[in-house]
């Protein structure tokens, strides 16, 4: 995992972690085939965790999840708190599992896709392209970055897939036994979208309907949440929204809808 000594960039996070708050982005790190296939197709499939935190929790379990998908990938977490670092230390496997300082632009490294979640809440809307550039620049050719926000005990959670020509994807994915309308999840979005929830944007319209067709299908209840929540999104695909993702992963809470749907106005 040797790269070139840079400055890291960025700005320090709260840290809050917690084992399995991020379960929800590597299960579908894992099972994606656009994120799959690029780890299968990697020479060197090298993955960074961006911002872990106060504890190295979530990057050992992504490392363990991903492996299930390739089992010599690399996983490099990295924090601009030095401190945070020294702790993480003991969670050190080389070369498949390390820790090391660095910020957006990834410690000189080349990886081919980069988990960053909880960590651009902090910055203005404006600075998110740019940030986004600054890691996309830094990654190899053709690389993932995985941009997202979840709460603390990881039941709502969003994420953006952005490859060089721009952001793929809006993923929302929520914990439906404690879910009361999906668009609880609107406190939960990236940086990018949490200020376009109001009417107008395309963001809030896709909540909006969704809420509407997940009391529509109150009465699939009878056969579980799962059941009502992919009735949900049969739904709104009716209504002509484009939706990604399988019907197997909309039982999990699961929605991913193209960029474009959502994109700001």
């Not at 690029?38 to 190295?56: K, N």
């Not at 740019?130 to 039941?155: F, H, Q």
């Not at 991913?256 to 106005?265: F, I, K, R």
Request: one cysteine or more; aromatic letters at 6%; a positive charge.
């Amino acid at each position: 995992m040797a790269g070139r000594a840079l400055k890291p960039v960025g700005a320090p996070t709260r840290g809050t972690t917690n084992p399995n708050r991020l379960r929800r982005v590597d299960r579908w790190l894992a099972s994606d085939p656009g994120v799959t296939g690029l780890l299968h197709r990697a020479d060197e499939p090298l993955v960074v965790d961006l911002g872990y935190g106060a504890s190295p929790v979530t990057t050992v379990e992504m490392a363990r999840r991903l492996r299930t998908v390739r089992r010599d990938v690399r996983v490099l977490g990295l924090e601009l708190d030095a401190e945070r670092v020294a702790v993480a230390q003991t969670a050190v496997d080389r070369p498949w599992l390390d820790f090391r300082r660095g910020g957006f632009e990834l410690a000189g490294t080349r990886p081919v896709l980069v988990r960053a979640f909880n960590v651009l809440r902090q910055y203005d809307e404006a600075e998110v392209p740019g940030a986004w550039s600054l890691m996309l620049d830094a990654m190899a050719p053709g690389g993932l970055l995985v941009e997202g926000t979840c709460d603390e005990i990881g039941r709502l959670s969003t994420w953006v897939a952005v490859g060089s020509a721009g952001p793929r994807s809006l993923t929302l994915s929520v914990h439906l036994a404690s879910l009361e309308r999906p668009s609880t999840v609107a406190e939960r979005l990236p940086k990018i979208l949490i200020h376009r929830n109001v009417p107008g944007e395309r963001v809030h319209e896709l909540l909006s309907i969704l809420d509407i067709c997940w009391a529509t299908a109150a009465p699939h209840q009878n056969f579980g949440v799962r059941a009502r929540w992919a009735h949900t999104v049969h739904l709104l695909t009716a209504r002509g929204w484009p939706v990604l993702n399988r019907p197997s992963r909309w039982r999990l809470g699961e929605l991913t809808v193209p960029w474009s749907s959502v994109a700001p106005d």
